[in-house]
């Protein structure tokens, strides 16, 4: 539509950018040729914001509200949006609503079902999808505060105090000896390094490289995950982290079509472990 910058759909889900009155135009647009195929536009769900508006309130010709950039409702597909403060509050308060749930896991009879459901269901599978999203310096407060009080939830299941070896060991998968209960620090790196690893591959597909000069962001979540590698398992795990950083760039062969696979990731944080 005239005036829009940008949009994109993912289902049912639509994000637009260019000026208020050209977004205006869409709203409306949508409003009234969605039930011409049995679909409406929610406009609860919907808000009009930007970093340099600082003017909250409703348009006055859609009804939709605006809202300030600092406000931590801004959500697009499930993640936080707008300003680090923002950010950093969502997701104190997601991790407060998960240490609601592990409080209930110990009015469960079965201390063995209890580890189970914190494992498989109310761990940090909860989060993965914020670490893919969100750039590890944004996640770091907030994967360390998940790891400290996953560690109280699990003393309190085991009724004892674990000593440092003891939570190390905790924290390996099942195969190693572990409870697979995973670091969420290192799941943040790696998560995200995987997310910015796909988004770039498409970006640079025709030119068969990604020149990690031209992106720094990349760059230095490289540098987070090999800190956390031994080196010992750089060159026998197909991790090739190094080898990127040393030629400073990662070239788009069918070999490394897997580095976004969750698997791919979750290996990593194994050897890190």
Known sequence: MPGVVDGVWYLDDGIFVGPRSALEEVVIYLRDTLPTVHLHLNIKKCALWSPSCHVVGTSDRTGIPIVSYSHSDIMVLGCPFGTSEAIQKFLREKIESLETMWLHLGSLRDNQVALTLLRVSLGVCRVNYLMRCLPP??????????????????????????TIPQWAQAQLPIPMGGLGLAPSQ????????SSLLVHLRDKHLEEGEIPLEDHDDLY??????LSFLPQGS??????????WLRV????????????????WWMNLIHVAN
């Open 137 to 162: 310096t944004l996640t770091k407060p907030a994967a360390a505060a998940f790891n400290a009080r996953m560690k109280v939830i699990l003393e309190l299941l085991l009724e004892t105090v674990l």
């Open 186 to 193: 290192q799941q943040a790196v790696f998560a995200y390094m």
């Open 220 to 225: 230095d979540v490289l540098y987070q995950g």
């Open 234 to 243: 750089l060159g026998t795990h197909v991790i090739p982290l190094d080898q």
């Open 248 to 263: 400073k760039r990662i070239e788009l062969t069918d070999e490394q079509s897997n580095w976004v696979q969750q698997k």
